[in-house]
C-alpha cells in the first residue's frame, strides 16, 4: 500500500486538493437561480426591473461571467494563490482576515488536544502494558476504548452539562471572561488556561485511545524481542528496560499517528468549539452557516483542507525519513 | 433452497467451463470480459436463485458470527433492535405526531407528555422515536452502498489486478487523503440538505476504506494454492470470485458496513448540530441543534428534557454500533492475520 514513493506521495495530495479546488469553484455554480436575475426580471414577472438588459451585461462581464469557463477558473486559481478568498458577505472584511483573527484560538485546543492525548496516551499505553493482562490493563482498555467510539461533540456535550451546567466548576462559553481587567500577564494565561481545559479534555479523549492501543500494543510486540532479553541480561533494571528500550522504539508508530491525528482534530474541533461557544474557526463556520455566508463558508473549508492536507503530507515524508523501511515495496 | 443453490452452482460451473475454454484462446483482460458477459448472461436468466445464493451465504457467515458474540456484542445487537423497534412502530409507540403542537412551551416531563415538550411545544418522546429512523436511513444506506459498492469494486480490482486495478488504488488513495469533515460542511451547505444528499456525499466519501480491505484481501487470496488450483481446472474469475473468494470477503464488508454505518450517523447528527440538517425532517442531530441554539439554555432547567434525550439516544446507539462491530472485527480478525492482509 505504501509503495508508492515520494513523487506519488505528492501526486497524490496535489490531486486531492486540486479536486477541493474544483469542487470549491463549481458548487456556487450549481447552486440554482442567477444573482442578476432578481435585479432584471422584466415587468412581464411583476418585478420592477432595476437593470436595463444593458446594465446586466455590464455586470456579467465585470464579473468576468461571460468568460469561457476554463479562463474563470485559472483566475480563480491565481486569486486563491495569492491569498485572495474573497469577501465576507456578513462581516464585510475579507475571508482571510476573519478566519486569521480566529485562528489562534483553533490552533491552541487543537495544538492542547493534541499534545495531551499524545503524552497521556503514551503514559497509559506505558502503564497498561506493564500490567498486560491484569485487570488494571483491562479495565482501562474496555473505558478508554468505549471513550472512543463516542464522537467528539456529544462527548463535549456530556462533558459541558456535568462539570460547567451541573458543577459549575468550569465557564460555559467563550476563551476568556468578558470584560475582564488583568492586573498581571499570568492571570490573562491562568484565564485563557482556565477556558481551554474543557474543549482540549473532550478533543483529546477522542484521540487518545488510538495512541493509547498503539503504544501498548507495540509495546507488548517489542518486549518480545531478542535484544529486550540482552538488555535484561545486562542486568540493566526493570524501570530502564521498559522506558530506554522498548519504549523508545515502540514510539516510532506513534510519530505517524499524532501527525494523522492533528488532521481529525481539527475536524473534531469544528463541532467542539460549538458545544463550548469557544470563538474559533468552527464557531466561525457555525455562524457563517447560518449567516449563509458562501465566501465565508469556502475560505474556511479551503484553509481547513489545505492545512489537513499540508500536514498529512509532512507526517508521510517525516515518517519516511524516520523509518526507510516504508519506502521500500511493502505488501500491507 | 439447497437444490436451487446447487444447481445454480452447477449451471455456472458450465458456464465458466466454456468461458474457461475460451478465455485460453485470448488474451488478458478481453477474455474475462468475455467471460463476465457469458455468466452475466447467466445470472440474469437466474437472477433469482443466484440472488438467494448469496444471501444464504451472507446469512450463514452473519449467524455463524453472532452465535460466537461476548457478552458485550449480544447486548449491542439487543439494543438495536430496540431502536429498530421504536423506528418502526413510531407511530404506535408514540401519542403525539413529532411535528404537532400538542402541549404547552417547555413542559417538563409529566403523565401527558413522557419527556417532555420543545420550546414548541412538541412532543420530545415522539420526537426522539421518529427521529431514530432518520439516523437509521443515513446509517443503513451508506453502509450498504458504500460497503457493498465499495467491497465490489475492491474485488475486482484485487482479483484482476492489471491497470483497473492501478486506477482504483490511485483513486482510492485520493480519496482517502480528502479531508471528509470540511468537504462535508461545505458541500451540505451549498446542495439543499435533503435526505438523498447527504447519502450521496457520504457514499463519495466513505466508499474507499471498504474497497482497500476487500482489494488486499482478494489480492492475498488470489495467490492461495486453492484458488491457483481451481482457475487451473478452468473455473472462470466469476466462480472463483463468487465460491471461493465473496464467503471470505463478506464478513470483511459485513465490519466495514458497520463502522460507515456509526460514521454516516455521527456525520449526519454532526452537520445537523451545525445547522446543516433538513430543516423540515426531525432528527436527534436536529434537536440538539435546536436545543443548544436556545438561548441560554444552560441557564434553565430545560436542558435536562429537552438536550438529554437525543444525546443519550445517539449515544446508546453508536454504543451499540461499536460493541457490535469489535465483536464482529474479533471474530473476522485471526483470518485476516493468517492471510496476510491489513
Known sequence: MRCRGKK????????????????????????????????????????????????????????????????????????????????????????????????????????????????????????????????????????????????????????????????????????????AHYSHPLDALWDIGYHAVLPIITLSLTQLTGIYLLTRNTLVTVMTRDYIRTARAKGIGERLVWTRHALRNALLPVVTRVGFMIGMLMGGAVLVENVFSYPGVGSLLRSSVIARDYPLIQGIMLVMAFSILTVNYLVEIVYERLDPRTSSCEAT | MAEAVCGSFCQEKEASFEAAQKSARMAGLRAIKADLNIVSKDIVSKNKETLRDL???????????????????????????????????????????????????????????????????????????????????????????????????????????????????????????????????????????????????????????????????????????YIISARLHGAGPVYIIRRHIMPE????????????????????????????????????????????????IYFTPYWQWWLMPPLIALIFLLLCLAFIGRDMERIVDPRLRLRGGQ
Open chain 2, 249 to 296: 470477503a463478506l464478513p470483511l464488508i459485513f465490519v466495514s458496513i458497520l463502522n460507515i454505518s456509526s460514521y454516516a450517523i455521527v456525520a449526519e447528527s454532526g452537520l445537523a448540530f451545525l445547522g446543516l440538517g433538513d430543516p423540515t425532517s426531525k432528527s436527534w442531530g436536529m434537536m440538539l441543534h435546536y436545543a443548544t441554539s436556545f438561548r441560554s
Open chain 2, 55 to 225: 444471501l444464504a451465504a451472507a446469512l450463514n457467515s452473519v449467524c455463524d458470527s453472532i452465535g460466537r458474540f461476548s457478552l458485550a456484542g449480544k447486548m449491542g445487537i439487543a439494543g438495536l433492535l430496540l431502536i429498530v423497534f421504536i423506528a418502526v412502530f413510531a407511530p404506535f409507540v408514540t401519542f403525539y405526531d413529532p411535528s404537532a403542537i400538542s402541549g404547552m412551551s417547555l413542559d417538563p416531563p409529566g403523565p401527558e407528555h413522557i419527556l417532555g415538550t420543545d420550546e414548541l411545544g412538541m412532543d420530545i418522546w415522539s420526537q426522539i422515536c421518529y427521529g431514530a429512523r432518520m439516523s437509521l436511513v443515513i446509517g443503513l444506506a451508506v453502509a450498504m452502498i458504500s460497503g457493498v459498492g465499495g467491497g465490489f469494486l475492491g474485488l475486482m480490482a484485487g482479483y484482476m489486478g492489471g491497470n483497473w486495478d492501478k486506477m482504483l488504488l490511485r483513486t482510492i488513495d485520493i480519496t482517502m487523503a480528502l479531508p471528509s469533515f470540511p468537504l462535508l460542511i461545505v458541500i451540505a451547505a451549498f446542495l439543499n440538505p435533503s435526505i438523498l444528499n447527504v447519502i450521496l456525499v457520504l457514499v463519495f466519501l466513505s466508499w474507499a476504506k471498504p474497497a482497500r480491505v476487500v482489494r488486499s484481501q482478494a489480492l492475498a487470496m488470489k495467490k492461495q494454492q
Open chain 1, 8 to 179: 506519488g506521495v505528492a501526486v497524490q495530495y496535489a490531486t486531492a486538493l486540486f479536486l477541493i479546488l474544483i469542487l470549491n469553484f463549481f458548487l456556487p455554480r450549481m447552486m440554482p437561480g442567477d444573482p442578476f436575475l432578481i435585479m432584471s426580471a422584466d415587468s412581464e414577472n411583476e418585478v420592477i426591473s432595476v437593470l436595463t438588459e444593458e446594465q446586466r451585461q455590464y455586470f456579467i462581464s465585470y464579473y468576468g461571467l461571460d468568460r469561457p469557463v476554463y479562463e474563470q477558473f485559472a483566475s480563480y486559481l491565481f486569486s486563491v494563490a495569492r491569498g485572495d478568498l474573497g469577501e465576507s458577505i456578513y462581516y464585510k472584511v475579507p475571508v482571510w482576515e476573519a478566519i486569521w483573527t480566529r485562528l489562534p484560538w483553533t490552533a491552541l485546543i487543537v495544538l492542547g488536544a493534541t499534545l495531551m492525548s499524545t503524552v497521556v496516551g503514551v503514559l497509559l499505553g506505558l502503564f497498561s502494558a506493564r500490567r498486560r493482562d491484569r485487570p488494571a490493563d483491562k479495565m482501562l482498555m474496555v473505558g478508554l476504548i468505549s471513550f472512543a467510539e463516542i464522537p467528539s461533540f456529544l462527548l463535549g456535550l456530556v462533558i459541558l452539562l456535568a462539570f460547567s451546567v451541573k458543577l459549575k466548576a468550569f465557564p460555559l462559553a467563550g476563551a476568556i471572561t468578558p470584560f
